[in-house]
Nanobody, 115 residues
Framework: QVQLVESGGGLVQSGGSLSLSCAAS????????MGWYRQAPGKQRELVAS???????NYAESVKGRFTISGDNGQNTVSLQMNSLEPEDTAIYYC?????????WGQGTQVTVSS
């Protein structure tokens, strides 16, 4: 089965930047939409940003102006550029891909922002 593979998590100081990447394990597999979700300790999982095959994007209000989502035109990969990071951005970040019939999820990558 096709899997999503994430990379780029880590530890960064407040105000710093990180870039996350996600790709389908099969290069010929394409998604209609892809996005990033995150879950902080004691909180529910929330949508951070998403991008459709047409290139339209959607962002959580808390990250607008700081994060940028991008992907290839075929929706095989997706990236998230995170700038001006704050401690409240600390969470496990999950890559998501949607097809006509199924949702796919990565295993998650830890992002920690120190004060």
């Amino acid at each position: 089965q096709v899997q999503l593979v994430e990379s780029g998590g880590g530890l960064v100081q407040s105000g710093g930047s990180l870039s996350l990447s996600c790709a389908a394990s099969a290069s010929t597999f394409n998604f209609n939409g892809m996005g990033w979700y995150r879950q902080a300790p004691g909180k529910q999982r929330e949508l951070v940003a998403s991008i459709s095959r047409s290139g339209s994007t959607n962002y959580a209000e808390s990250v607008k102006g700081r994060f940028t989502i991008s992907g290839d035109n075929g929706q095989n990969t997706v990236s998230l550029q995170m700038n001006s990071l704050e401690p409240e951005d600390t969470a496990i970040y999950y890559c998501n891909g949607q097809t006509r019939w199924n949702d796919y999820w990565g295993q998650g990558t830890q992002v920690t922002v120190s004060s």
